[in-house]
């Protein structure tokens, strides 16, 4: 089983800081922001969603998580489920930048799609995925 997670300091955004302000008003109105998963938990402790799940559903599996925000839960089905990769993808193009930033080495790839709109995707995650999470993407 991989090494616990460790937190990384906020990384610099390359937006500017109008295209920061525009990107997360406009992320916004679809539920996104800045720190969703660690805003009422420690950043350490992992996430207890993936507790819920059947414990050996992500090892060695390949993982895409829609809605990574800045990418915390992606970086943990490989630190703490095991993994064999994980793409996280996300509306918000200044919490892709973090992710990005926090998690810059190994098998974890962060990109921006904005999948609610029905455009074509363009990214770099293609072929199959073992497992598909979509947690807290939709607020009703």
Request: aromatic content about 8%; some cysteine; glycine content about 6%.
């Amino acid at each position: 089983m991989a090494e616990a997670c460790h937190h990384h300091p906020l990384p610099a955004t390359e937006l500017s800081k109008a295209e920061r302000f525009k990107a997360t008003h406009l992320a916004a109105r679809h539920g996104n922001y800045h720190q969703y998963y660690t805003k009422f938990r420690a950043p350490t402790v992992p996430d207890e969603r993936l507790s819920i799940l059947p414990s050996d559903i992500l090892r060695n599996a390949r993982v895409i998580d829609l809605g990574c925000n800045a990418g915390k839960l992606t970086h943990e089905t490989i630190a703490h489920c095991g993994a064999a990769a994980s793409v996280g993808v996300d509306i918000d193009p200044w919490l892709v930048e973090q992710a990005k930033a926090a998690y810059p080495d190994g098998p974890c790839t962060f990109e921006h799609f904005d999948f609610v709109d029905a455009s074509a995707y363009t990214g770099t995650a293609r072929g199959k995925f073992d497992v598909v999470l979509l947690l807290s993407v939709t607020n009703l």
